[in-house]
């Protein structure tokens, strides 16, 4: 399977071209530490019609973490492509930590799903950032294709799940007020 991804990433590597090679490491910026969707979260928990939609990708995010960053990456432990095929020249930073799941898209798809699980339309131009965000995963060749493919599952099952957590607590928390 590993020799099939990697194929794959090299293969997008043909498509490497001097504007690519600058707006692919912006993209995944973006996602670095899912810093985009944790700005997004506290601007909607700071503008009250939008605070429950906030409070949705706050719970879809934590999901995250706890999943994808504490519990998956270090349980499978997979090495990144670019260990694998050394000969590949980075143009970001080597990333330290394991391969699997993608946790930037991960987290991207996890915002989107809440997003979309909480009736905002905002979902749609956070999936067309979300997809350039996974996309720039393999083009930057720091994971292979089956990561960002979990990554976008386990996101999008998270940020479901973050929609229910949000609406659980909120109802707990409506009866204990009572």
Known sequence: MTAIELSILDWIQTARCGFLDA??????????????????????????????????LACALVLDVVCCNLMLKP??????PFDANPVVELIVGRPTDWSFPSGH???????TAALYASGERLWIPAAVLSVLIAFSRL????????????????????????RKLFLFLERKAGRRAS
């Not at 898209?105 to 915002?111: I, M, R, V």
């Not at 294709?145 to 999008?156: E, N, R, S, Y």
Request: glycine share 10%; proline share 4%.
């Open 23 to 56: 707006v692919m490491p912006v993209v995944t910026a973006l996602g670095d530490s899912g810093i985009i969707w944790i700005l997004l979260t506290l601007v909607l928990l700071c503008i009250p019609r939008y605070r429950r939609t906030g409070m949705c």
């Open 75 to 80: 349980l499978v432990a997979r090495v990144r």
């Open 105 to 111: 898209t991960a987290a991207s798809f996890a915002s």
């Open 139 to 162: 083009y930057l060749y720091v994971h292979y294709p089956t990561d960002v493919i979990a990554g976008l599952i386990l996101g999008t099952v998270l940020g479901v799940l973050g």
